[in-house]
């Protein structure tokens, strides 16, 4: 492909993903406000991750299980890395038995589960400097930044994030393909196989597959 080439695939992935891009503070906390998309050509790849909790509260409740997949930022975005690890509760009589059901959690699934920094340090080292991305991030980043703070570790990645959740609105909103916007039934209705539901990694896949079936989308519109 020639460079003017080049450059005209990335002005329209910049241009598909622009729905979703959200500013960060230093700390990694989301803001309201967008960000630019010519601002990722600084950054070489996506690191799409999901986070399963004990539950809705980011002070009282913990990281049961952690998975991402680094991605190239380039069209098509191909897959580089992924890493995903179930994490070891301190204060597991704090969970909502409804969130453990979701995610599986018993004492046996959780023996070789590892620690939250330890977690946290892997996490960091798959996607250092990227950007995060995810679907419906707000509450997978508050549970991320409060987990890099508890374990007394910097920001690692970009002061950028990838919400996919609004990009798959604006393509599909008033298509009929889609009748509501969870990540499950939107995979499904895609045609996405899936891994699995309520697993970390599993749904970071999903919502990566997602993500590039959005931008083939976004292509050939």
């Known amino acids: 492909m020639s460079a003017l080439g080049q450059n005209r695939g990335m002005d329209d992935l910049f241009a598909a993903l622009a729905p979703g891009l959200r ?54 975005i191909p897959e580089l890395e992924a890493w995903g690890a179930r994490v070891r509760p301190k204060h ?17 699934a959780w023996k070789d589960a590892i620690d939250l920094d330890v977690a946290m340090d892997r996490f960091a080292e798959l996607g ?11 509450q997978d980043m508050a549970f991320l930044v409060e987990s890099f703070r508890r374990t007394g570790r910097p920001w690692p990645f970009a002061l950028v994030a990838l919400d996919v959740q609004p990009i798959a609105r604006k393509l599909l909103k008033g298509t009929g393909d889609v009748d509501r916007f969870n990540l499950g039934h939107v995979a499904d209705r895609l045609g996405i196989g899936r891994m ?20 083939e989308r976004a292509q050939n519109a």
């Open 92 to 108: 597991i009589g704090n969970a909502v038995p409804g969130a453990l059901k979701v995610v599986g959690y018993s004492a046996k």
């Open 23 to 76: 500013r960060l503070k230093d700390d990694g906390q989301l803001t309201p406000e967008p960000a630019e998309p010519d601002g990722l050509r600084t950054f070489s790849s996506f690191l799409v991750m999901d986070l399963e909790m004990s539950g809705p509260n980011v002070q009282q409740h913990e990281v049961l299980d952690v998975g991402g997949v680094r991605a190239d930022i380039a069209p098509g």
């Open 128 to 138: 250092r400097e990227s950007v995060v991305a995810g679907w419906g991030i707000g």
């Open 196 to 215: 699995g539901e309520h697993g970390a990694l599993a749904d970071a896949y999903a919502t990566y597959d997602v993500l590039v079936k959005l931008l």
